[in-house]
């Protein structure tokens, strides 16, 4: 993770900036087919619930964050 990500979701969640739904992914092995399943996963398990919501994705959580 980059630290320009970490800016992005303390703008998003510690500041209340309106925003229509974020996923946070905190991967450690950023690869794209880590990241493209733990994507679909996701969508499997949640996506009813994903809408205006701050989403943080680890390698063994899902965590749905609030302000």
Request: glycine share 4%; charged share 35%; no cysteine.
């Amino acid at each position: 993770m980059t630290d320009h990500d970490k800016d992005f979701g303390e703008k998003i969640f510690r500041e209340g900036n309106p925003h229509r739904g974020v996923i946070f992914l905190r991967l450690e092995n950023e690869r794209a087919t880590n990241k493209i399943e733990k994507l679909q996963l996701l969508l499997e398990n949640y996506a009813d619930r994903l809408p205006e919501q701050f989403v943080v994705v680890t390698e063994n959580q899902v965590r749905f964050a609030s302000p």
